[in-house]
Every structure is written in C-alpha cells, then in structure tokens.
C-alpha cells in the first residue's frame, strides 16, 4: 500500500496521522491495520509495532464484527460511515468508541479505509443518555393523562402538558408567564405554601382547591406538587398535577346528604334496619332493635350477625349470603333471633347489596320485622287446613297425602300397607238422645281410644261425622292388620261416661290391602269402604277382609 501512496504528498499525510488529536487507523481493503498514529497506542495499549498487521477484527468485541462489516461494505461503494462500536484494549477493558471512515482513493481506485475513532467519555456517553431520557420524558409529559404543569419559583407557568390544557380549556401559549389558574382569592395563599414547601425540598400533596377554567366555570382540583432541581441539587423550579375532583366532591356532598336521611329515618323506624360489612360484621343497629329484641344498638356494633342467631338456623343464614354474593339480587329470609330474656324471636328480613361502582359489595342493608305472631298465626292456619278442629286429628285432605306417599314408598320398596274404614255403631242415635255436644264428646273419646292401640307410624283420620280412616303403612303378614282391628274392637266395649251418661258404643271397620284389593288411593278406599258395608248389613260390631281370618290367632 505504501507504493501506492508514493505519488502522494507523504509529508501532509504522515502529518495528518501523526499529529491528529484522535485515533487515526489506516486500514487496507482487506481489513488490515496498516497505519495508526500515537493516539491509538495510548488509548489501545498496544506498541505501534503490535497494532500494525493485524485485522481490524482483532480489536473490536466478537459480537461487533458483523456490524462493523455490514458499515465497510459502504465503502467499498464510495460512500462513509458513521457509527459506535465496542472495541477491547490491550488489558481487556472494553472501550466505546465512535467510529468515522472514509474511502481512500488513489487515481480513482479505492485503496483503504481511513478511519477516525474518539472514546466516549462518560460525559459524552451522559450527553446521550440525557437526550435519550429528554426524549422519554417528553412522551410520558405529553401522554401522561393528568394535567401536569412546570412552575417557576415565583409561581409561573413555564410548561404544561395536554392533559393541562384540555382540563383548564387554555393553549400552552395562553398560559405560559402567567400564575397558575388558582381562583384568584386562594391563590396568594397556596403560592406561599408552595414556596415555603419547596424551600424545604418537600413535596406537598392533597391540597383541594378551587381552580378557573376558561370559559368560567369552576373546577375543585387536587394538587400535588413537587421541587424540580438542577444537576447541582438547587431548586430551580416545581412540577404540580391536577385531578379533577369536582364530582367525587359533589358525590361526597350527596352522600353525606344521603347518610342523614338514611340516619334519620333509620333511627326512627319501626322495623328493624341493620347494616354490616360483607364478613357479616355488625356496622350500624337501628334504636328499634331494643324495642323488638331488648338489646341496646351499641350491642350489635363490631358483634358477628351469626352471633344472635338460632344454630339451626345458621346454615340457611349462611346459604343466603353465598347466594346473594353470586346472584347480587336482594333476598328474604325467615329465622330465629335472640332476645334479651332468651327466648327465640321469629324474624323475617330482606337482605340487600350495597355495591360500588366496580359492583363490589361494599355492605349489606337488612331490614327486619318481628314475624313471630304471624308465623304461629300461619302456621296455626297450616294446621286447621290439614287437621279436624273437634278431633285434631288428621283430616281427608292430609291423609290422603300420606297415603299416597306412602303408596310411593310402597310400590318402590316392595311394601304391604292396609287401610281401615270405620265408623261409630248408631252414632245418629247418641246425637238424638243425649244431643249434639254428647255427639261431640264421644268424637273425641273415640278419636283417643284408637290412637291409643296404634303405633306412631299409623294414621286416623276423621272423614267428617263419625267415619274414620286408619293407614297403617308397614307390616309383615296381613294376619298384623287383623289384630290391630280386633284390639280396636275390644277397647271400644268399655262403658263410655259422656256428660254423666253411661253408654255401650260399638263399631265396625272395613279393610283393605295393597297390592291385593287396590294400588291406588281410590281403589283402596273403595275397597275398604265396600268391606265396611258388609259389615254393617251382617251386624256391625265386627270387622270384614277379604283374606281368611284364623279366629285362635286373634286377640
């Protein structure tokens, strides 16, 4: 290559080498280093003797060959680059360096690469960085949906952002010099709060205040300001963001305004208003609940809802809060609650959500009344629907309930079941001697002397006048049947005392089993009642069934 260059001005170019104050690397098409001045052996390590000769590869880090090449094949075109690379020093530090070449062309022939290298200091890698995070910070100030504005420390506006912009309704232009758009009133005052704050270094948040937007209304805002200090730590200026909180402030106007009616009227009801936070605790208990239950309303506060309710009757309790949880759709609900004297009051309330805006629960409401009247009441007409009012007995409508489950059970278990009907011998006549009430009384005698020769597993029931119906669900042998109905017989030839009176009463009884003589209802009672009228035509006082009777088993 030194041949090549003998036509040209060797003094001026050995000068430029020699002489230049950054790293000069001569090098051939072929990625030989052929030439370097002082300033490269200082920064590399290396003797000029060691450096030279060797590929350029050789002092750059591996990972940078194929970009160092992808750069020098611009060269080969005519063209220069400029670029950072990493190169190795001598001892194995990595150095940064910003590399720029050029084609070397002699009688138009392009001979070399000469390149210039300078390390980036920390300073010049600073400089970078700096743009770099300039940059970053512009984006962030820029897109940053809170209204941020920069103050200087007389309270001017030096920059805001778009967010400032759109919640005030000023350009950027409009607002930079001026303070501020506190309300003019409050602005003095916040000024010297800011100030004397970041004299201190201290940030300042929280602070609500009334701010001017350009069309004229008036917004309540939320500050936060912090210093802004320069490389050497002095506070130069302080950055501020605004939040809008004109309507959280309405809502908490509203709320409040709410939390009084709810407080009023609440301590004036008469039913029973509590609520509690969604682990059940006990957050508010109305006046009322003394009145009703004999606890004062501080009782129940920080106290589990559990807590006064009847264990029976906690897992329905329980089960209602998991369904409310999941279906968020008020519910009503009947249970036992205690009262200041220990007894059980019936309680029946309407749970209701209280959610947020996200639709999280924040609380339930539960508005209650004292139900315990009204659920004997209901529970007492319940009764007289399924019961005979003179006897208390089952009437027709419950035993034909239970004797159609127990139909049920019976075809399903393979069961035997019987049915009796029966009726009092000349009960007419009793009622047309003695009169109505000795009618009456011998009902009930009656209705007590058969219960008492049945198990509890059996049924009597009055039809209505003195026919009676026994269901006897579960026996082995029909000859079972047979002497239940004697013994029935026998109890019933003792002297009755009805209003002093002295009487012989007698009856007679019909059966039928299932499966033989019917397997439903209508078959069986028919089949029973056919069996009583046999009865009655051969000479009542007895008992009829269509199966053999072995009179030595009977008692």
């Known amino acids: 290559m030194v041949s090549k260059l003998s036509g040209a001005s060797f003094e001026i170019y050995h000068s430029i080498i020699e002489h230049n104050p950054d790293a000069i690397f001569v090098v051939s098409i072929y990625g ?199 490389v050497d730590g002095e506070i130069v200026a302080f950055s501020g963001v605004a939040r809008d909180i004109s309507r959280y402030k309405q809502l908490e106007v509203a709320l409040k305004e709410s939390e009084e009616w709810f407080r009023l009227i609440a301590d004036n009801a008469t039913d029973l208003i509590a609520m509690f936070k969604p682990d059940g605790v006990v957050k508010y208990a109305s006046p009322s609940h003394e009145l009703v239950l004999g606890f004062l309303p501080v009782f129940y506060e920080g106290l589990h809802i559990l807590d006064m309710i009847h264990s029976d009757d906690i897992p329905k309790v329980e089960s209602l809060f998991t369904s409310l949880a999941q279906t968020k759709k008020e519910k009503i609900i009947e249970f036992r609650h205690k009262h200041w004297d220990g007894h059980w009051v019936w309680m029946e309330s309407k749970v209701i959500q209280i959610l947020n805006e996200k639709g999280d629960i924040l609380h339930f409401l539960a508005l209650g009344r004292d139900m315990t009247e009204r659920k004997m009441y209901r529970e007492r007409l319940t009764y007289m629907a399924y019961h005979d009012t003179l006897t208390g007995l089952p009437n027709r409508r419950l035993f034909k309930e239970r004797l159609d489950q127990s139909l049920k059970e019976a075809k399903r278990y393979e069961r035997k079941l019987a049915v009796i009907f029966m009726d009092i011998d000349n009960f007419k006549q009793v009622n047309d001697t003695y009169g109505h009430d000795a009618g009456d009384e011998l009902l009930k005698q009656f209705s007590n002397r058969v219960m008492n020769q049945l198990r509890e597993s059996d049924t009597i029931a009055r039809l209505g006048g003195d026919e009676f119906t026994i269901l006897l669900p579960e026996f082995h042998e029909e000859l079972e049947v047979e002497r239940v109905a004697r013994r029935i017989i026998t109890s019933l030839q003792e002297p009755w005392k009805i209003e002093g009176n002295t009487l012989r009463i007698t009856s007679s009884m019909g059966i039928a089993f299932y499966p033989k003589d019917g397997t439903n209802r209508h078959e069986l009672l028919k089949s029973a009642d056919s069996a009583l009228y046999e009865v009655k035509r051969s000479g009542k006082n007895n008992i009829k069934t269509n199966a053999p009777i072995n009179k030595s088993l009977l008692v």
């Open 32 to 230: 030989i280093i052929e030439e370097v001045n002082p300033v490269v052996t200082n920064i590399f390590g290396y003797a000029k003797g060691e450096i030279q000769g060797i590929p350029f590869h050789d002092i750059i880090v591996p990972d940078q060959v194929e970009k160092f090449d992808y750069h020098a094949k611009q060269i080969a075109q005519g063209n220069q680059f400029k670029t950072t690379i990493k190169a190795v020093h001598r001892s194995g530090e990595i150095l940064d360096l910003q590399l720029k070449c050029i084609p070397l062309i002699v009688k138009n022939e392009i001979i070399g690469i000469f390149c210039v290298a300078k390390v980036l200091t920390e300073l010049t890698k600073n400089t970078f960085s700096l743009k770099q995070l300039e940059g970053r910070f512009n984006a962030l100030f820029n897109s940053i949906a809170d209204a941020v504005h920069l103050l200087d420390l007389n309270g001017n506006i030096i920059d805001v952002n778009p967010a400032f912009e759109k919640l005030y309704g000023w350009k950027r232009e409009e607002l930079v010099g001026k303070p501020s758009p506190i309300i003019p009133e409050n602005r003095l005052k916040y000024a010297n709060l800011i100030k004397e704050k970041v004299k201190l270094g201290e940030n300042l948040s929280g602070i609500e205040v009334d701010a001017l937007r350009k069309d004229g209304t008036i917004l309540t805002v939320s500050l936060t300001f912090s210093p802004v200090r320069n």
